[in-house]
């Protein structure tokens, strides 16, 4: 079974069919399939590199659809599960960036019309993310069976934001490996060379032979040693 739309890229031999798939249990995204029956063989492509993962008889095993390529037909069929997660990750568009920052904008923040579409605005686009692109939804894989895994990475626009990305376009050259080297060699801090300081004062002691002690300030260390 090959699963993503565009890995099939030919086929050959006289027993071998193609016929499509429609998969609806996984996202919208992630429908489309095609199933390859009899023996021959096909050529597959897929971003990056593609990897083989074979399950023995027990072992299962979690992938997200978009990784991916293709898996051989068994008595397990792959089943969609989606992740449980706690973290509420509430972002309102910014729809206010567009106008000035005026007090007619202030005012409409604190309204009840737009706080319920800042709200329906959200809960559209976590739908859309759940039932089209299929956010933390995977595919469960029960062995025996065959996978073939792509080594796809996410797209910059997943893992940064605009600001991010116009950060680190903005940042001068040489500093990204500057930062780098900071984090696994801290600079050590140059200690600064030690310098004599000069006495602050120098009290001289004389004594007489009848038992006498006079006290006397040396203006110069100099004069001291003499």
Do not use: C
Not at 207 to 216: I, L, N, Q
């Amino acid at each position: 079974m090959v699963s993503q739309r565009n890995a099939l890229l030919a086929w050959t031999g006289h027993t071998l069919s193609v016929s499509p798939r429609i998969s609806r249990g996984l996202s919208l995204a992630h429908w489309g399939s095609t199933q390859l029956t009899g023996r021959g063989l096909a050529a597959l492509s897929s971003p990056g590199q593609v990897y083989q993962v074979t399950l023995a008889e027990g072992e299962e095993f979690v992938a997200h659809p978009s990784h991916v390529v293709a898996y051989s037909i068994s008595r397990n069929p792959p089943l969609p599960m989606r992740l449980k997660s706690n973290i509420l990750r509430f972002q309102v568009p910014s729809i206010t960036g567009l106008f000035s920052d005026t007090n007619f904008v202030k005012a409409m923040r604190d309204t009840s019309t737009y706080k319920n579409l800042s709200r329906w605005m959200f809960a559209l686009r976590t739908s859309l993310r759940r039932t089209i692109w299929g956010d933390r939804l995977f595919l469960q894989f029960r062995g025996p069976t065959t996978l073939l895994m792509s080594s796809r990475g996410v797209r910059v626009a997943d893992s940064l934001t605009n600001e991010e990305v116009n950060e680190i376009a903005d940042a001068p050259a040489g500093v990204a490996p500057q930062a780098v080297e900071l984090t696994t060699k801290p600079k050590l801090e140059a200690t600064p060379a030690y310098t004599e300081q000069p006495p602050s004062a120098i009290h001289v002691a004389n004594v007489t032979r009848d038992g006498k002690v006079s006290f006397e300030d040396a203006k110069d260390l100099k004069e001291f040693v003499r």
